[in-house]
């Protein structure tokens, strides 16, 4: 009996320190074509504006990825694209994306993404090699286009991935290229309630051995 408990109890330990299963909902921002927006930084803190996104790409339950073109009247971006704008370090700690989707009926100054940062990575520029950045954080998309996509608004996400190219010049510098992306990820309740379950039945198992 003691034996029982003692497998049990590694099985219900090693559930709740399992790593989440794959996801099955991916939602990637990025640009299409052309760079705009600018940005100015170093490791300890810096800023991003009216960078470009023009492109959005969902991949859901495995189907094939749709692809909708972003759109941004009145944003400030010279070709009408949805933009990003964020901050980092000292000065603030936040990132947003405003645009539409015509495609899914999203109107233009909806604000699609908004979040904070966890950390930052910031590669310096130089004249003669680009360089970049990459940061993570906790992020909220815009309920109504989850429901376009056919997703629950209350879809549980893990941190979003964020990468920026910049060129190889002096600051402040003109982006390259933009990508955002995350992913869906099971709600860890399930894990929850089945380690109950196996405590559930660990109890009934004794009280009929105490028979």
């Known amino acids: 009996m003691r034996r029982f408990f003692i497998v049990l109890g590694c099985l219900v330990t090693a559930l709740a320190l399992a790593p989440p299963a794959q996801a099955s909902i991916v ?41 909708f073109n972003l759109s941004g009247t009145g944003t400030g971006d010279a070709n009408g694209a949805a933009v990003m704008s964020f901050v980092y370090g000292t000065a603030g700690n936040s990132i947003t994306i405003v645009g539409g989707v015509p495609a899914l009926n999203i109107p233009d100054g909806t ?4 979040g904070s940062f966890t950390s930052f990575l910031f590669t310096m520029p130089t004249d003669i090699a680009g360089g970049g950045g990459s940061g993570t954080g906790a992020d909220t998309k815009d309920a109504g286009l989850l429901k376009a ?32 992306q995350n992913t869906a990820v099971p709600e860890p309740g399930s894990m929850l309630l089945l380690g ?6 660990a109890s009934v198992v004794r009280r009929r051995l105490r028979k």
């Open 27 to 67: 939602i990637d921002f990025g640009t299409g074509a052309g760079t705009g927006g600018l940005f100015t930084g170093t490791a300890l803190g810096g800023t991003g504006t009216l960078i470009p996104l023009d492109v959005l790409k969902v991949t859901t339950d495995g189907n094939p990825q749709q692809v």
């Open 149 to 180: 996509l056919g997703i629950d608004p209350a879809t549980q996400f893990a941190f979003f991935g964020f990468v920026i190219t910049l060129p190889a010049s002096e600051p402040p510098w003109t982006t390259n290229s933009v990508d955002i």
């Open 196 to 201: 109950t379950g196996l405590l559930g039945l």
């Open 111 to 114: 604000t699609l993404l908004s």
